[in-house]
């Protein structure tokens, strides 16, 4: 009886081992695919953000190419109350338009992609851009605004340009 008692423990104790083992492969299995689920999202949600930045990004080069010959021509003409300056305005106005619907537009693919301060400084620099050109549409119907407003309007879009350029860069530079 010894020796049966003995077997029966012995197979009860492999039969045991085996299904502890194939156990604990089965979860170390499913943990390392998840593991690998998970990493292969963050890369897919880190390149839909770089997408997505660059193309606001590109959408802003129209206002910069307006502010920068809005700022040249007030470099030559510092009387901002001529009617030189308000035909600069006028031939710059439609670039500016153009580039504030496309910042309007590509600022919501921003904010989808996410994090939500980022879509936030897509937003300010949407903002400023909108405010610069209400401000010159104001301006052009005949409303007054100095040269200091006008530099003060694009320098709001150069900070807020700049503040996004960072924050988009410090999401994409965190480890996927």
């Known amino acids: 009886m010894n020796q049966g008692l003995v077997a029966l ?6 039969v045991v081992g085996t299904l502890g083992t194939g156990g604990l492969t089965y979860i170390a299995t499913r943990r390392q695919a998840g ?3 998970e990493m292969e999202h963050r890369k897919q949600l880190r390149e839909e953000r770089r997408d997505s930045y660059r193309k606001f990004l590109e959408a802003a080069e129209p206002l910069d190419r307006a502010i920068f010959a809005l700022v040249e021509q007030a470099r030559i003409q510092l009387e901002f ?6 035909d600069v305005v006028q031939d710059a106005m439609e670039g500016l ?3 504030s619907h496309a910042l309007y537009r590509e600022r919501v693919s921003v904010a989808l992609a996410g994090p ?3 879509g936030s400084l897509a937003h300010e620099l949407w903002d400023c851009a909108a405010v610069l050109q209400t401000s010159l549409s104001f301006y052009l119907a005949g409303g007054l605004m100095t040269a200091g407003e006008f530099e003060a309007a694009v320098d709001g879009i150069e900070v807020a340009k700049t503040a996004f350029v960072e924050g988009a860069r410090k999401v994409l530079e965190a480890a996927p």
């Open 9 to 14: 423990l012995g197979a009860s104790v492999a």
């Open 35 to 37: 593991d690998q689920g």
């Open 81 to 86: 109350d001529s009617q030189f300056a308000r």
């Open 97 to 99: 338009e153009s580039a």
């Open 116 to 118: 939500d301060a980022v």
